[in-house]
């Protein structure tokens, strides 16, 4: 019974502090980006204040993805599931960035503190970089996959040689833009990083 004392109280606390956060800035909504940990992480700090799902969906690393089997329609439960057991992440829309951990290549934890009324909370996410490509035919997406980056982007002299597979039936002249690229993806919330 105590125990569940201890996890009601601090969800109504994080609730509590939840309600407290303003909307997201014009300068913030302009700064939504995936290209380094920290533009990520404000990214999905600007979708927890939106109150946004798909925005935060779009943060999320494909591993994390297949892991958990969350799909973009399965976030919304999973978010509630996950806020439920951990409610103290809602604060991450508050957050301030302490340090950058590297775990490994292409990975890191961001460790990240918010100052409440009664004591400072520090939690950790994981993040890990993804390397991407895009075709697109007028507005509409054709193809697009995840791939290693030494494999779609080498040099050639002073120039970049960009290959991607092309989708079949499609003609180069099809191909309304190319884009490829590295992005830093949420790939997991530490569990026992903070304690409300």
């Known amino acids: 019974?105590?125990?569940?004392?201890?996890?009601?109280?601090?969800?109504?606390?994080?609730?509590?502090?939840?309600?407290?956060l303003s909307a997201p800035t014009s300068e913030a909504w302009?700064?939504?980006?995936?290209?380094?940990?920290?533009q990520t992480f404000a990214t999905f700090q600007t979708g927890l204040r939106a109150d946004l799902?798909?925005?935060?969906?779009?943060?999320?690393?494909?591993?994390?993805?297949?892991?958990?089997?969350?799909?973009?329609?399965?976030?919304?439960?999973y978010?509630?599931?996950?806020?439920?057991?951990?409610?103290?992440?809602?604060?991450?829309a508050k957050a301030e960035i302490q340090r950058l951990e590297p775990l490994g290549p292409g990975?890191?934890?961001?460790?990240?503190?918010?100052?409440?009324?009664?004591?400072?909370?520090?939690?950790?996410?994981d993040l890990v970089r993804e390397d991407y490509w895009e075709l697109y035919a007028g507005a509409e997406r054709v193809a697009d996959d995840l791939g290693d980056w030494r494999q779609m982007v080498r040099e050639r002299g002073d120039e970049l040689d960009v290959r991607v597979p092309r989708p079949e039936g499609r003609s180069a002249e099809d191909i309304s833009e190319l884009r490829a690229g590295r992005e830093w993806k949420i790939d997991g919330f530490p569990l026992g990083t903070a304690d409300p």
């Open 1 to 20: 019974m105590r125990n569940r004392l201890h996890v009601l109280l601090a969800a109504l606390w994080a609730l509590g502090l939840s309600a407290c």
């Open 79 to 92: 978010r509630r599931e996950l806020f439920r057991k951990q409610p103290w992440l809602k604060l991450a």
């Open 107 to 125: 990975r890191v934890r961001v460790h990240a503190e918010v100052d409440t009324w009664f004591k400072d909370v520090e939690f950790a996410v």
């Open 30 to 38: 302009l700064a939504v980006g995936f290209r380094s940990p920290e």
């Open 53 to 77: 799902p798909d925005l935060e969906y779009r943060c999320l690393a494909g591993g994390l993805k297949r892991r958990e089997g969350i799909s973009q329609l399965g976030w919304r439960e």
